[in-house]
């Protein structure tokens, strides 16, 4: 009886630290504070203080949980309508809305108060505006206008914005290029995400492609020029004293095969090259990241 009784509440355990890691979209956080912690390697001078990168990993983890947390609290009900959410745990009822308003609220106050305390107050402020403009304004937005993409797009930007300004204690305007490089990348990725899962969101009405006619080329000729704005913006880090030649060809060179991705699902207007641009623009930012900081070193 008793070895049964630990069983079950092992599975228990395990269960409900399944639902927390779906609550908190644990594998998204994690890439978002990643590119945050890049922000920093980048932004740093002289010897790496190891604890601020600790502090900047933690406090942007749980602001990061939190706006995640919220969004579903919002959605819960439309995350129900759709097959690709309507297994996560408060649309399931294997988590209360008051269980996870109280989790989001503390995850959140703490995680904005360590980028305060440890960091400087600009970590602080970016970490918030990152969290309510995400959760309050870009979440609700999704059910009244495609112009949601460009909204959420802001608060997507912000990790390595804040990840340098956590370094550098200021705004330069190398940290504004991070900024703008993040920014524009997100068209391209979440306008693929949106292309492919545009039956499942109209479900829940939900119009995330940038046209209201859907999956058409005016939608996909937008999907070319947000994707044709990095290329120029590729140079922006050479030019910026980020980083030196190497890095910005291979930016470049990633910028050119993202808009020649988006190119082809124009032609096509099929599921298949959305795939492939999807995949592209995933490689797209840690590697636009990762090659600056090796450039750097």
């Given at each position: 009886m008793k070895s049964t009784a630990i069983h079950t509440n092992t599975v228990g355990f395990k269960s409900k630290l399944n639902d927390y890691s779906q609550l908190?979209?644990?594998r998204l956080t994690f890439t978002v504070v990643f590119s945050s912690i890049l922000g920093y390697l980048l932004g740093v001078e002289g010897e790496i203080n190891w604890l601020l990168v600790s502090a900047?990993?933690?406090g942007g983890f749980l602001v990061v949980a939190s706006s995640n947390g919220i969004n579903q609290i919002i959605e819960k009900d439309f995350d129900k309508l759709m097959t690709r959410t309507e297994n996560r745990p408060i649309a399931q009822n294997r988590?209360?809305?008051l269980e996870a308003g109280i989790f989001c609220a503390i995850t959140g106050i703490v995680g904005v108060s360590i980028l305060g305390l440890y960091l400087n107050t600009y970590?602080?402020?970016l970490g918030f505006a990152s969290l309510m403009s995400y959760a309050f304004i870009y979440t609700p937005l999704k059910k009244v206008s495609?112009?949601?993409v460009l909204v959420g797009a802001f608060p997507g930007a912000i990790p390595p914005l804040l990840g340098w300004v956590a370094a550098t204690g200021e705004f330069t305007s190398a940290a504004i290029v991070?900024?703008?490089l993040q920014f524009f990348w997100q068209f391209p990725h979440f306008w693929s995400i949106a292309w492919i899962l545009d039956d499942d969101y109209k479900k829940a009405g939900y119009q995330l492609l940038p046209s209201n006619t859907g999956r058409t080329k005016e939608s996909a000729m937008q999907v070319i020029i947000y994707s044709?704005?990095?290329i120029p913006l590729s140079f922006l880090p050479h030019i910026f004293g980020i980083s030196g030649e190497l890095s910005m060809f291979c930016v470049t060179a990633g910028s050119i095969l993202l808009t020649l991705f988006s190119f082809k699902l124009y032609q096509?207007?099929?599921i298949k090259d959305a795939k492939r641009l999807m995949f592209a623009s995933i490689l797209y930012n840690p590697l636009v990241l990762i090659s600056l900081l090796i450039d750097k070193l």
């Open positions: 908190i979209k644990f900047l990993a933690l988590m209360t809305i970590s602080a402020l495609s112009l949601a991070l900024f703008l044709a704005v990095l096509s207007l099929s």
